[in-house]
């Protein structure tokens, strides 16, 4: 069966194609369009069709959209607030009701030849669990959904068995973690719905002072829901403008806020596992992008083993929708083994885009092993290799890599990408070698667990060592990413360390690096010392010759000599 899954609603909008069970490519539009989070200045834009991931989805296995046996679009109007037509009473969730009825013609009109009687609507938050228990690489798992909202929820629970969802319990609207986290958000100077993990960087600067008050403020019901009652958060900390510096208060609120968000997700997990008894929980939607929060349930839940969707936010409700109406129809899910899903670029192309930027570049014998040289020489590169990821986590093929040796690298790429300098960068690690240096639930592929630093390497590693002394680590095997798992083994042997500091390829504001040319204009802006672009390295003058393995750097003349 041939589905295509669309996210066009709340934010993110995303598209994932699923063939036979198996996940061919997804990808988010903001990749494409270059607004993050696809969100422009126009308020009715923000549900936009992820048109440019569609045409590239189908692009990629070569159909056309008449070929198509359903499109899975997650979100169901049947279950959601009816429109008034009274725009003026801020009635957004009937408008957001009324666009998805409307959704069938908008996808007839934005890929030609659909049959719009093929459109699925697959509710929210079961696209989310979708995205989780059918894609992990466990049969049968309990099953946790929590995010700012759905139709009319914010919440699931429930168990699958043999690729079928149960359904055990759902919390209803307004009570929400995930709004109450925006709220938190937006009140510390931050953007709702996009800044949240800011704010999960500065709690680890605060205490929970106000961890009683919040407790009567959010509390479980003890039959798999909660409440969350109205907060005047200016009664523990001021409002926060935008830029302005943060303060104690400001710390000690986030922290406050991640610590009683962790203890109603033990609590939320701990009902759960009473009524299903799984050794495995799967978790999806935005709260599950908290990897604070996964490591406590991780390592204080009642279950053996958490595993959480890489794309966890609503980008991957496009494949959860898919996935759910393919197993649906019978197709057999396979588990979804990495997150590189999205564009790639052969080598010719690349070379093709190098000289067309009339940019000096040379092919040395081993990318990895150059890159390894530059990193132990202190250099930064910008690595750009194979297929772009999914979800919001650089795992390897759109990164910035820097030696984690060096305390003061922290504040250097903070510094190249204009971040705030308390938010922290994280490492990557051979898998092979993690236990050695970190405690925690291992294999850690996606990056969606904080792990403690082990003594005697908190001080080897201080550029990916948090303030409370922990890390987001990426686990790297070398039988799914062996170029990587080289180019550490490649640094370690330099450097003694198999741990590179990881961050996003962007800048601020700006979605992450998809393409050639978003590559090559990154490298241009941002004082990075090479680029990595697939097998070929560019060089920032003043580098060149530095670390080199290859036979030459190449000309103006005779670069165009190909690969």
Request: net charge negative.
């Amino acid at each position: 069966m041939r589905v295509l899954g669309v996210n066009a609603v709340f934010h993110d909008p995303a598209a994932a194609l699923v063939v036979d069970g198996q996940i061919v490519a997804a990808a988010e539009e903001e990749r494409f369009t270059r607004r993050k989070h696809g969100k422009p200045p126009v308020p009715f834009a923000t549900w936009e069709l992820p048109e440019h991931a569609m045409r590239w989805c189908l692009d990629a296995a070569d159909l056309e959209p008449a070929e198509l046996d359903a499109v899975a679009y997650s979100y169901d109007p049947a279950l959601a607030q009816p429109f008034t037509g009274d725009v003026v009473a801020d009635d957004w969730e009937g408008l957001r009701t009324l666009y998805a009825q409307r959704a069938p013609l908008f996808l007839r009109t934005a890929l030609p030849g659909l049959d719009p009687a093929q459109v699925r609507f697959v509710p929210h938050h079961v696209a989310h669990a979708a995205s989780a228990y059918l894609a992990a690489p466990h049969r049968d798992s309990a099953v946790l959904v929590l995010d700012g909202r759905g139709e009319a929820a914010s919440h699931l629970a429930g168990v699958s068995t043999g690729g079928q969802l149960e359904v055990l319990a759902a919390q209803t609207l307004p009570h929400s973690l995930g709004l109450l986290y925006e709220e938190v958000t937006a009140h510390l100077g931050f953007r709702r719905s996009s800044d949240e993990y800011k704010v999960m960087a500065m709690a680890s600067y605060g205490r929970p002072r106000w961890l009683p008050q919040f407790r009567e403020l959010v509390r479980t019901t003890g039959d798999g829901g909660f409440r969350v009652e109205p907060i005047d958060w200016a009664t523990f900390a001021p409002r926060r403008r935008a830029g302005a510096e943060w303060t104690a208060a400001h710390a000690d609120l986030a922290s406050t806020a991640q610590v009683r968000l962790e203890e109603v997700l033990l609590d939320l997990a701990g009902w759960l596992h009473g009524r299903c008894g799984r050794d495995v929980v799967t978790l999806a939607g935005g709260v599950a992008l908290n990897c604070v929060a996964n490591a406590r349930l991780a390592a204080e839940g009642p279950f053996d083993h958490v595993w959480v969707q890489p794309a966890a936010g609503d980008a991957g409700t496009a494949l959860g929708g898919a996935l759910h109406v393919a197993a649906a129809n019978g197709d057999r899910i396979a588990a979804m083994t990495t997150a590189a899903l999205g564009r790639s670029w052969t080598d010719d192309e690349l070379a093709a885009w190098l000289v067309t930027a009339d940019i000096a570049f040379e092919r040395p014998d081993d990318i990895a092993v150059a890159v390894a040289e530059v990193i132990a020489g202190n250099g930064v590169v910008a690595w750009f290799q194979g297929r772009s990821e999914y979800g919001p986590r650089a795992l390897g093929h759109r990164s910035l890599l820097a030696n984690a040796t060096r305390a003061d690298n922290l504040k250097r790429l903070n510094d190249v990408k204009g971040r705030e300098q308390f938010r922290p960068v994280a490492p990557m690690v051979l898998a092979d070698r993690a236990a050695d240096i970190f405690a925690g639930q291992l294999p850690s592929p996606f990056m969606l667990f904080t792990h403690e630093v082990r003594p005697g390497w908190l001080e080897r590693i201080p550029a990916v060592v948090h303030v409370d002394g922990t890390a987001r680590i990426q686990t790297v095997d070398a039988d799914t990413e062996p170029l990587v798992a080289r180019m550490l083994r490649e640094l370690d042997r330099r450097t003694g360390v198999p741990v590179v500091v990881n961050t996003s390829l962007n800048t601020a504001g700006r979605p992450m690096v998809d393409d050639p040319r978003d590559a090559l204009e990154c490298f241009g802006s941002a004082p990075v010392d090479a680029l990595a672009l697939g097998p070929f390295l560019v060089r920032r003058r003043g580098l060149a010759g530095r670390g080199s393995t290859a036979s030459g750097s190449a000309t103006l003349d005779d670069r165009t000599a190909g690969p």
